[in-house]
C-alpha cells in the first residue's frame, strides 16, 4: 500500500508560481514512476507530468512545457511540481498518482495506468 499526500495548493494571480508537493509513504518509493494530474470542474482528469523511477525520464503535457518542472527527491520520497506564469484556465484539483506495477515500463500519460492517487490539492488562478 502507498499512501499519497499532496501540499501546495492555494490561491495565485495569472502569472504566478506554485509549488506542490507529494509524500509518499512506505520503502519502495525508489522503485516506482510517479505523475500530476489535474482536474477542473466538470472537465475530465487530464495529464500534467510524469518522472521515472531516478528521475532521468520526464513527460510533460505539451500545455506546460517549459512552464512546469517535475523533479523527485528519493531519499525524502516527495515528488514536487513547480508551476510558472499559471493561467486561469489551470484552475483545478492537482492530484499526484504513483505507477508501482511496472517500472521498467514507459511513462504514461494515462490515469488507468496509475495504481495509487492522492487526495487532491486545490489551485485557483485568479485573472
Known amino acids: 500500500q502507498v499512501q499519497l499526500v499532496e501540499s501546495g495548493g492555494g490561491l495565485v494571480q495569472a502569472g504566478g508560481s506554485l509549488r506542490l508537493s507529494c509524500a509518499a509513504s512506505?520503502?519502495?518509493?525508489?522503485?516506482?514512476?510517479m505523475g500530476w494530474f489535474r482536474q477542473a470542474p466538470g472537465k475530465a482528469r487530464e495529464f500534467v507530468a510524469a518522472?521515472?523511477?531516478?528521475?532521468?525520464?520526464?513527460y510533460y503535457a505539451d500545455p506546460v512545457k517549459r512552464r512546469f518542472t517535475i523533479s523527485r527527491t528519493n531519499p525524502e520520497n516527495t515528488v514536487n511540481l513547480q508551476m510558472n506564469s499559471l493561467k486561469p484556465e489551470e484552475t483545478a484539483v492537482y492530484y499526484c498518482?504513483?505507477?508501482?506495477?511496472?517500472?521498467?515500463?514507459?511513462?504514461?500519460?494515462?490515469?488507468?495506468?496509475?495504481?495509487?492517487w492522492g487526495q487532491g490539492t486545490q489551485v485557483t488562478v485568479s485573472s
Open positions: 498518482a504513483a505507477d508501482t506495477i511496472n517500472a521498467t515500463r514507459p511513462l504514461s500519460n494515462r490515469p488507468y495506468q496509475y495504481d495509487y
Open positions: 512506505g520503502n519502495s518509493f525508489s522503485s516506482y514512476a
Open positions: 518522472i521515472n523511477w531516478s528521475g532521468g525520464t520526464i
